[in-house]
């Protein structure tokens, strides 16, 4: 079954500090996209990763990838009240469709 | 350039009903997919088209059905409604599949 899943599903954090939100997929793909979701948005697009190794950055955000372990990080830097969102990672296995997973609510305390 | 576009924004059935949702993809894009999201069942596929066939369809009951016009424009239909099929229905554009899609702003449908 190809499955993705993230964690944490919920996480609040200070303002100022850094955390990770991990994304484990379940069966081969180098091509992983990271989404962010506003409340009763659509989704927007932040990264798109399509090697192992691969790491992009914006801003305070950092994704990465590791194919071999199946892998996926997002990782937030100096958090900020405007990074409070939903944030998704998607895995094409080559079947012209995205496997979402579950969703990471992030809320940022100042 | 114009992104995708979706209509309508919202919309309010009843049960029993039917509903099309239409969704224009970036210019240039063949390939359109739905999806929808809910909070228990989260972001799910539905169908993709490219070039105006059906390449691919997700696990939904015969109800849900899609089509594709020859200006890449798309429709998805769902008939008799039941009040599990509110949603946030999204639909994105790319050049090919699920590579680089990009999404509409949704179409939040409410069965009552």
């Known amino acids: 079954e190809l499955k993705v899943e993230q964690n944490p599903l919920f996480l609040s954090m200070q303002e100022g500090k850094n955390y990770t939100i991990y994304c484990n997929y379940s069966?081969?793909?180098?091509?992983l996209y990271w989404y962010r979701q506003d409340p009763g948005k659509s989704l927007e697009s932040l990264f798109v990763?399509?090697?192992?190794?691969a790491v992009k950055q914006e801003g305070r955000l950092m994704a990465s990838l590791d194919t071999k372990a199946r892998l996926s990080t997002l990782h937030i830097t100096a958090a900020v009240h405007d990074l409070s969102a939903t944030y998704f990672c998607?895995?094409?296995?080559?079947?012209?469709?995205?496997?979402f997973g579950t969703g990471t609510r992030l809320t940022i305390i100042p | 350039k114009a992104g995708v576009t979706q209509t309508p924004r919202y919309l309010i059935k009843t049960r029993g009903q039917q509903v099309t949702l239409s969704c224009s993809p970036i210019?240039?894009?063949?390939?359109v997919s739905w999806y929808q999201q809910t909070p228990g069942q989260g972001l799910q596929f539905l169908f993709e088209?490219?070039?105006?066939?059906?390449?691919n369809k997700g696990n939904f009951p015969g109800r849900f059905s899609g089509r594709q016009f020859s200006n890449s424009r798309s429709e998805m239909n769902v008939s008799t409604l039941e009040l599990g099929d509110s949603a946030l229905y999204l639909c994105?554009?790319?050049?090919?599949?699920?590579?680089?899609?990009?999404f509409g702003p949704g179409t939040r449908l409410t069965v009552t």
């Open positions: 994105a554009s790319s050049f090919q599949g699920a590579y680089e899609q990009y």
């Open positions: 990763l399509l090697s192992n190794g």
């Open positions: 998607a895995v094409d296995f080559g079947n012209e469709k995205l496997t």
């Open positions: 088209y490219f070039s105006e066939t059906q390449r």
């Open positions: 069966t081969t793909s180098d091509r």
């Open positions: 210019s240039g894009h063949r390939s």
